[in-house]
């Protein structure tokens, strides 16, 4: 009943720029916590960064001063600006809705995209 459409990923150069979007549709909520993940070949799936309606935001360790997670609460739609990129950011890169706060930790929810390729390389 959710659907989730990642856009923005391709190829740069280290040291680049890239904006990923998530445009959601269906049923669901804007004050929904959404958050993006990416997976690199043979590696877990981990979290990039979270960001709840009202903009609180949580981001792992490696991308933090480099990415900028964002959203548009009336478009239902959630950003990530990625700069400084290297190349152990390549990855598939995913938009999740529905994330939970639990024992301190962010939780993926119930919903998924597709993902997109982002991939830098010189």
């Known amino acids: 009943q959710v659907q989730l459409v990642e856009s923005g990923g391709g190829l740069v150069q280290p040291g680049g720029s890239l904006r990923l979007s998530c445009a959601a549709s269906?049923?669901?909520?804007?004050?929904?916590?959404m958050g993006w993940y990416r997976q690199a070949p043979g590696k877990q799936r981990e979290l990039v960064a979270v960001?709840?309606?009202?903009?609180?935001?949580t981001y792992v360790d490696s991308v933090k001063g480099r990415f900028t997670i964002s959203r548009d609460n009336a478009k239902i739609t959630v950003y990530l600006q990625m700069n400084s990129l290297k190349p152990e950011d390549t990855a598939v890169y995913y938009c999740?809705?529905?994330?939970?706060?639990?024992?301190?930790?962010?939780?993926?929810?119930?919903?998924w995209g597709q993902g997109t390729q982002v991939t830098v390389s010189s």
């Open positions: 269906g049923r669901i909520f804007s004050i929904d916590a």
């Open positions: 960001i709840t309606t009202f903009g609180s935001a």
């Open positions: 999740n809705t529905g994330q939970r706060l639990l024992g301190g930790v962010w939780h993926p929810g119930d919903y």
